[in-house]
């Protein structure tokens, strides 16, 4: 069974940063894409940050800079470090594992809330 543990979020002042982690079970973490998605209220799913199989990393315009992806093979945990966070940061992030071969095999997380408000 595949799981996908998001932690980390809560309430932040602008400027400030989170870590938000994404344990994965379940799935061979190397052949998966991982990635971080997030939802606003009213608004669309956006990809926030992904780290390829193979390495290579894109994240969003409005996030570069200032957010860094990373992956740690051994604890299979994705991470999201967040800095200079501003209040359209807030949001319900998600984590993301897509097989790099069968891309039907596509998994979420439940979500952690992001809140960037003095």
């Given amino acids: 069974q595949v799981q996908l543990v998001e932690s980390g979020g809560g309430l932040v002042?602008?400027?400030g940063s989170l870590r938000l982690s994404c344990a994965a079970s379940g799935i061979i973490f190397s052949r998966f894409h991982m990635g971080w998605y997030r939802q606003a209220p009213?608004?669309?799913r956006e990809l926030v940050a992904a780290m390829?199989?193979?390495g290579i990393i894109n994240y969003a315009d409005s996030v570069k800079g200032r957010f860094t992806i990373?992956?740690?093979?051994v604890k299979i945990t994705v991470?999201?470090?967040m800095?200079?966070?501003k209040p359209e940061d807030t949001a319900?992030?998600?984590c993301n594992a897509r097989d790099a071969v069968s891309a039907q095999l596509n998994y979420?997380?439940?979500g952690t809330q992001v809140t960037v408000s003095s």
Avoid: A, E, H, I
Avoid at 70 to 73: C, K, L, P, T
């Fill in 70 to 73: 990373s992956r740690d093979n």
């Fill in 42 to 44: 009213g608004k669309q």
């Fill in 52 to 54: 390829f199989s193979n």
């Fill in 79 to 81: 991470y999201l470090q």
């Fill in 13 to 15: 002042q602008p400027g």
């Fill in 83 to 85: 800095n200079s966070l």
């Fill in 92 to 94: 319900v992030y998600y």
């Fill in 108 to 110: 979420w997380g439940q």
